[in-house]
């Protein structure tokens, strides 16, 4: 089974700290997505990525930068971190369009 | 732009009853539709991807249908238990590999 790890499951930062989350799988697969999941808001695209050194905007990128220098790790970086990004962030792979496998979360809170 | 409803958004039955939960989307152009389901605090969990020339996936006591003419998909639960409590999110692949995600349906099964 196709297996993404998320490095943290729980992050507290405080506001205007640099914030790294890391992902990382483990079956090749070339596309790679970062979502944040908000009550009442679901799940937002962030960023993605097809392949490597290469990153798409998703529906939310603001505030956040990404980068994939291997294939295998897909980084979402909070700039400057700010209490509106206190959410879930889910990260998860995939080989075309054939189904999605995501990692465990992070949990982040920004104070 | 692809929309996707659940409903119902909450569901609470006594153990042993077959359920049926509804997702619709707006937009029949779409590769595969994927069902997953999260526990609370925790990452998505992959139940069954339906590709778009199927009507149908299934796995143990679950069954999904798809509809792409009337944009439309369901999630049969037969013999429900305690421990199928979670909530169910429906997602569909559109153009680029993208994830589209309905708000979900959070369900109860009383023991």
């Known amino acids: 089974d196709v297996k993404v790890t998320q490095s943290s499951r729980y992050l507290v930062k405080r506001t205007g700290e640099k914030v790294f989350l890391e992902c990382v799988q483990d079956?090749?697969?070339?596309?790679m997505f970062w979502y944040r999941q908000d009550p009442g808001l679901g799940l937002r695209l962030i960023y993605f990525s097809y392949d490597v050194k290469m990153k798409e905007k998703g529906d939310i990128p603001e505030g956040y930068s990404v980068s994939r220098e291997k294939k295998e790790r897909f980084s979402l970086i909070l700039e400057s971190a700010s209490t509106n990004q206190t959410s879930m962030y889910l990260c998860a792979s995939s080989l075309g369009a054939r189904g999605y496998t995501f990692g465990s979360g992070t949990r982040l809170t920004v104070v | 732009k692809q929309e996707v409803t659940q409903i119902p958004a909450a569901l609470s039955v006594p153990e042993g009853e077959n359920l049926v939960l509804n997702c619709s989307f707006t937009?029949?152009?779409?590769?595969?539709l994927q069902w997953f389901r999260q526990d609370p605090g925790k990452g998505l969990t992959s139940l069954l991807l339906?590709?778009?020339?199927?009507r149908e996936q299934t796995s143990g006591r679950l069954n999904a249908s798809l509809d792409k003419s009337s944009g439309r998909s369901t999630l049969y639960i037969a013999a429900s238990q305690p421990g199928d409590s979670a909530t169910y999110l429906c997602a569909v692949i559109r153009y680029g590999n993208k994830l589209v995600f309905g708000a979900g349906t959070i369900l109860r099964v009383k023991s």
């Open positions: 339906i590709q778009s020339s199927q």
């Open positions: 937009d029949s152009a779409i590769y595969n």
């Open positions: 079956m090749d697969h070339e596309n």
